[in-house]
């Protein structure tokens, strides 16, 4: 808990591989404002890691419900 910001792009989010496990926070970061912080509770596995889980760090079991706490410091814009 706690710890230092992470740099994420949302376009990468969305067309990576991983997008399918990513959807619900994708969804819900996609919503917040700057500065806001933010609870996101997955309770569907479909919008987290499904059936499959992950297995990387962190490991995810299948069908499991997930909890993230985001904070949006602030975007950056998109280059073209």
């Excluded at 994420?8 to 404002?33: I, P």
């Excluded at 890691?49 to 602030?74: D, K, W």
Aim: proline share 6%; charged share 15%.
């Amino acid at each position: 808990i706690g710890g230092m910001p992470v740099s994420v792009g949302l376009s990468a989010l969305l067309f990576a591989d991983s997008a399918a496990q990513e959807t619900g926070l994708c969804m819900a970061v996609s919503t917040m404002c700057k500065g806001e912080v933010s609870l996101v509770y997955i309770q569907d596995p479909v919008y987290g890691y499904g059936s499959r889980g992950s297995f990387s760090f962190p490991c995810v079991p299948p069908n499991a419900c997930l909890v993230y706490r985001v904070e949006m410091i602030g975007f950056e814009s998109i280059e073209e």
